[in-house]
């Protein structure tokens, strides 16, 4: 299957910093990728839409202030969480899609933010 | 709005009976359903792709079926291992492909 990197895997912050988290195709062209976020026994939790050139289009619900995303070329996406409080403190993934895979979705290894 | 439910929650079973995991959708206009494996802390893997026309999928052990009119798929894992001790997550992709997904089916193979 297709190759999906996210780094890093784990990261533990201050309160009041911020945290970039990369999330790169390595084996295939990604124009759009999705960021995910998952609590403890529970479904994932879709955050924004990544689009290549474009601005990310976000779920209702998440402030697109809080996670910046960048998605400056068709290999690599960031998710920059800004200003961290605990209650960010989570389990971030990232997904992409390869064209002609009938639209399968290959995942990220997840990133454990901890805000402390 | 897509909801999808999986049961249940958690199993265990011991080494070498076969598994049933059930997944269900309220809306049957899906594009392809997936199936995922879990472990703890980690991403997710890919297991299984199964296309809105298609009944069916099967990889080694793995078979998944696809009853799109009723909104249902079952995960089948034959001659279940401790290695396969993980979270089994069922997602449905949507027109606007988007995936939406079930909370897993939490098990673990005793040996």
């Known amino acids: 299957g297709a190759v999906v990197s996210q780094h890093p895997s784990r990261v533990i912050c201050k309160s009041g910093t911020s945290v970039k988290i990369e999330c790169r195709s390595l084996d295939f062209q990604a124009t759009t990728m999705f960021w995910y976020r998952q609590f403890p026994k529970q479904s994932l939790m879709l955050m924004a839409t990544s689009n290549e050139g474009s601005k990310a289009t976000y779920e209702q619900g998440v402030e697109k202030d809080k996670f910046l995303i960048n998605h400056a070329s068709l290999t690599l996406s960031t998710l920059t969480v800004t200003s961290a409080h605990p209650e960010d403190s989570s389990f971030y993934i990232c997904s992409a899609g390869r064209q002609g895979s009938g639209t399968e979705a290959f995942f990220g290894q997840g990133t454990r933010l901890t805000v402390v | 709005k897509q909801e999808v439910t999986q049961i249940p929650a958690a199993l265990s079973v011991p080494e070498g009976e076969n598994l049933v995991l059930n997944c269900s959708f309220t809306d049957s206009a899906i594009y392809n359903l997936q199936w995922f494996r879990q472990d703890p802390g980690k991403g997710l893997t890919s297991l299984l792709l199964?296309?809105?026309?298609?009944r069916e999928q099967t990889s080694g052990r793995l078979n998944a079926s696809l009853d799109k009119s009723s909104g249902r798929s079952t995960l089948y894992i034959a001659a279940s291992q401790p290695g396969d001790s993980a979270t089994y997550l069922c997602?449905?992709?949507?027109?606007?492909?988007?995936?939406?997904f079930g909370k897993g089916n939490q098990v673990v193979v005793i040996p």
């Open positions: 199964i296309q809105s026309s298609q």
């Open positions: 997602a449905v992709r949507r027109g606007n492909n988007r995936l939406a």
